[in-house]
């Protein structure tokens, strides 16, 4: 039993000792004064067992010494002289649950006490007759009252030793996985610099169009990156060392970097993507934008790995609370499925549906507790529901601030008409991909507030065309290829005809059929209902052109020759002006000698580091009365690196490898404080 159990067994056996005291007490006319005393102590013994508040000690000592009370006053009676060495075992082996040697001395000590008392024979009662039966009966108690307290004794000493022994264990244990995770924060750390010299060279392999070998390498570049990623994630959140990251992001971004990424991870092209995102989501939100990528990510990845037929539902949408929102991401795929024994293994560390060195599925089965820790990091928890073979649906809810509170999407104009939806019941093998479209079109309709209506077949759309009055027909790729000259001819009219589309589908010259690429999400879908048939570049605009930092004097500040060569590379591609330096003291006789806009400087690099450059730069830019913003730019991507740097002085980081948006926020961000004059990442 635990220290709880054993307190509160004790407590048990002192109120029954107590009843038993005040019976006999009565019963045997005792001091009648001493009756409200030992129901006091059942009180006081009752009051610190259900409140819990004093410390261990205390209520250990307290819990004693009313026991101790009890057996002394019980056996000074002489009519407990053959009672005594009962009790005294009986509350030996009581309080040597609490595991306290000096407990069993003083118990011990107190029998013997007691035997004294009975043996000098105090005045008062009759003489007790100490004859041959007597005394050997007293002998035989006392022989076993000792045999008890070596009992006691030796348990207690079992129990402190192997308690130590797994004291010791534990901390060889902690102190192994330290070590481990500390290699693999290392090891990860490490590797982050020549992935970004893969991921640089293979883009300016790809520049200058020497072959699909570039993309490959540019692929397994990326793919490494993200590992490394998801080991350093992993280490952070087994040690509860996450720091969050707070800033503005808008919410259609998320759905956006769904949609990108599904089209990377589903290289074979036999899943179905169906994105079921509530309108009434808030536009602009505030939280950890980074983390909630890597969480919708992980769990991307986690059911397209698992997922061989059917498809994948993507839902998004927020519950209004008293802080912001509560916003909750749902994953729902058609694989194969989890048990409970698999769905409570993940919240415990590393788990992997297949183990084999032979499995077909990738990833190094760190995902699913990342997405744990970060979103028990953010508040928020995570549930999962799950049959074998019968996919997965996993369910995150995450409170986050609202910045903005108008609905991320509506429609421009109040709409007339009605909208068909256009998709034959036999299509999909998996029934629930059909369901997840149903459910899908009927949510967007009803977040906008537009009459959506099925129809099957052609014959259906050709009835209720004309009888609803509709003004759009939406429909996949195959339903249109069946009748392609029935919808071409359809969109000639005044109904707008959208398909949604594998790239590579092309439409006949006269043919005014809106083509929308797969997969299908709301953007697209709103972006026609707004804009009809002028509606083109259905890729979500809400993230704004790629900016250019066009005259934009920069100088690059790293030891590794390779970095400074694609950082030189990428940094061009915006129209910077680049020159670069390979340390710290070149960079500060650089910035003597020129002027620069912004600085790039590296971390970790000999003789002088790019904390103390920087801080040396930054006081002779004072002195020379210049602006110059100093931006972090190093493979310590360590959750709280951020926050680090800007303490120590720098106006921005950006981790290795380069994310090219990372870059450009922080860029922009720089750029303003120098100009406004208020400097710093926000």
């Given amino acids: 039993m635990n220290q709880s159990s054993n ?46 508040r004093l410390d261990e000690f205390v209520r250990s000592v307290v819990f ?49 006490s007691i035997l004294f008392i009975h043996v000098i024979n105090l005045p008062g009662g009759d003489p007790i007759q100490y004859d041959s039966l007597t005394v050997l009966r007293l002998l035989l108690h006392i022989i076993i009252v000792l045999l008890v307290y070596y009992y006691c004794a030796k348990s207690i000493d079992d129990r402190l030793e192997e308690a130590k022994e797994k004291k010791i264990k534990n901390e060889r244990i902690e102190a192994n996985d330290a070590s481990m995770e500390d290699f693999l924060s290392n090891i990860s750390h490490e590797l982050r610099t020549p992935v970004n010299v893969v991921n640089g060279m293979s883009d300016l392999l790809i520049k200058k169009g020497v072959g699909h070998e570039a993309d490959a390498i540019k692929n397994a570049g990326v793919r490494l990156a993200y590992q490394i990623e998801d080991i350093q994630d992993y280490t952070e959140c087994r040690r509860n060392k996450v720091f969050l990251e707070e800033d503005n992001y808008m919410s259609i971004s998320l759905i956006n970097d769904v949609v990108t990424a599904f089209r990377v991870n589903d290289s074979k092209g036999n899943l179905e993507l169906v994105v079921d995102l509530d309108p009434k989501v808030p536009t602009m939100m505030r939280g950890d ?300 006789h650089k910035f003597h000698n020129n002027e620069y806009d912004l600085i790039f400087m590296d971390h970790m690099m000999p003789e002088m580091d790019g904390v103390e450059a920087m801080k040396q730069i930054k006081s002779m830019a004072e002195d020379l009365k210049r602006d110059i913003a100093v931006i972090a730019l190093t493979a310590n991507a360590v959750s709280g690196a951020r926050e680090m740097f800007i303490r120590e002085g720098f106006d921005g980081f950006i981790a290795k490898p380069i994310n090219t948006s990372d870059f450009e926020r922080v860029v922009q961000r720089v750029l303003h404080g120098v100009k406004t004059g208020k400097g710093g990442e926000v």
């Fill in 289 to 588: 934008i980074k983390k909630l990528h890597k969480i919708f990510r992980h769990l991307l990845e986690n059911a397209i790995k698992f997922t061989k037929n059917g498809g994948i539902c993507v839902k998004m949408h927020a519950e209004d609370m008293d802080y912001g929102v509560n916003l909750i991401i749902e994953m729902m795929d058609t694989g194969i499925g989890m048990d409970k024994n698999a769905v409570s293994a993940i919240s415990e560390g590393m788990y992997q549906a297949n183990k084999k060195r032979n499995r077909s599925s990738g990833g190094i089965g760190l995902g699913l507790f990342i997405v744990y820790g970060f979103a028990h990091k953010m508040g928020g928890f995570v549930k999962i529901e799950g049959e074998k073979n019968r996919g997965t649906i996993i369910r995150v809810t995450i409170p986050q601030k609202v910045v903005d509170g108008k609905p991320c999407l509506m429609l421009k104009e109040r709409f007339k008409g009605a909208v068909l939806f256009h998709v034959k019941p036999d299509k999909y093998k998996v029934p629930q991909v059909r369901d997840f479209y149903r459910s899908m079109a009927a949510n967007l309709a009803a977040g906008v507030g537009v009459p959506l209506y099925a129809a099957e077949t052609v014959y259906e759309v050709e009835r209720l065309k004309d009888k609803l009055n509709a003004s759009f027909v939406f429909m996949g790729q195959e339903e249109y290829e069946e009748n392609r000259g029935y919808f071409d001819m359809l969109s000639k009219e005044d109904i707008i005809v959208a398909v949604s589309a594998d790239q590579g589908l092309k439409v006949s010259k006269d043919s005014r059929v809106v083509l929308m690429p797969k997969p299908l999400y709301a953007y697209p879908i709103l972006k026609v209902l707004n804009e009809e048939i002028d509606a083109k570049n259905m890729e979500n605009e809400d993230l704004g052109e790629r900016p250019v930092f066009e005259g934009v004097r920069a100088l690059v500040v790293d030891d590794e020759p390779m970095n400074l060569v694609v950082a030189t590379s990428l940094f061009r591609d915006y129209k910077m002006i680049i020159e670069t330096a390979g340390s710290g003291k070149e960079a500060i």
């Fill in 64 to 112: 004693f010494g009313i026991g101790a009370l009890l057996f002394f006053y019980h056996g000074i009676h002489k009519t407990s002289l053959f009672d005594v060495a009962l009790v005294t075992t009986l509350i030996l082996a009581t309080f040597s649950l609490l595991n306290k040697m000096y407990m069993m001395n003083i118990l011990l000590l107190e029998f013997f």
């Fill in 7 to 52: 307190e509160k067994f004790i407590t048990f056996v002192l109120t029954l000792a107590s009843a038993g005291m005040i019976i006999e007490n009565i019963v045997m006319g005792w001091e009648f004064w001493m009756v409200p005393v030992v129901f006091a102590g059942v009180v006081l013994i009752w009051g610190i067992s259900l409140t819990d």
